[in-house]
């Protein structure tokens, strides 16, 4: 039988996309109250997106991502997308815009290997998780650096977003540093045989 092992914690992040400074402050405040303080930033960058918003959202959208100090259980992601999604709801009823969608949050964390975004839509490289909710590796940690795949969003292909995601895996580094609680291989009493299943 596979050995469950220790599940490390993860740093979580939100992208905020809006073409609205008004609507970009009242996202960051609602994530603050709610996931604690922001510990690191993106620049603004242009969001393009192939024009796939500008519908509902307008044009001259700007994206930028906060990564959030506390860390947290990466089993929470699918219930992550459902409270940004509510939230997107909430600030269209209180900021007046002339569009139907103001705000877009994507939530996601950054592991030691990997970044991780959750998403509504599916498509053949992600995983389903429950309350139609899938999971993408958007980003790999592969010697000593961020490399992307055939998948990943062309602004999270960018230097500004690999620096990010790398001054959270310092962050969530020192951290497992500290507590002395890395993810390790099992004790050779608890290692399975190589007949065992994985």
Not at 121 to 129: A, E, M, T, V
Not at 133 to 151: G, I, K, N
Request: with cysteine; charged share 25%; glycine share 6%.
């Amino acid at each position: 039988m596979a050995v469950i092992q220790y599940v490390e914690p993860v740093v979580r992040f939100c992208a905020v996309i809006t073409r609205h400074d008004a609507v970009r402050a009242w996202a960051v405040r609602r994530l603050n109250e709610t996931w604690g303080e922001t510990f690191v930033q993106t620049p603004q960058m242009p969001f393009e997106a192939g024009g796939y918003y500008t519908r509902e959202m307008g044009g001259g959208l700007e994206k930028t991502i906060v990564g959030f100090r506390d860390f947290a259980d990466p089993a929470g992601l699918a219930d992550w997308k459902t409270q940004t999604n509510l939230w997107e709801l909430e600030c269209a009823q209180a900021i007046a815009t002339d569009e139907p969608r103001p705000l877009n949050l994507d939530p996601g964390y950054v592991t030691q290997a990997k970044l991780v975004l959750a998403t509504t839509k599916d498509r053949d490289h992600r995983i389903y998780l429950r309350d139609g909710m899938f999971a993408e590796v958007t980003l790999t940690y592969v010697h000593r650096q961020w490399v992307d795949h055939r998948w990943t969003y062309p602004d999270y292909r960018t230097d500004d977003v690999k620096q990010f995601a790398q001054q959270c895996r310092e962050h969530l580094r020192e951290h497992l540093k500290s507590i002395r609680k890395f993810r390790n291989r099992p004790s050779s009493k608890q290692a399975p045989s190589s007949k065992q299943g994985n």
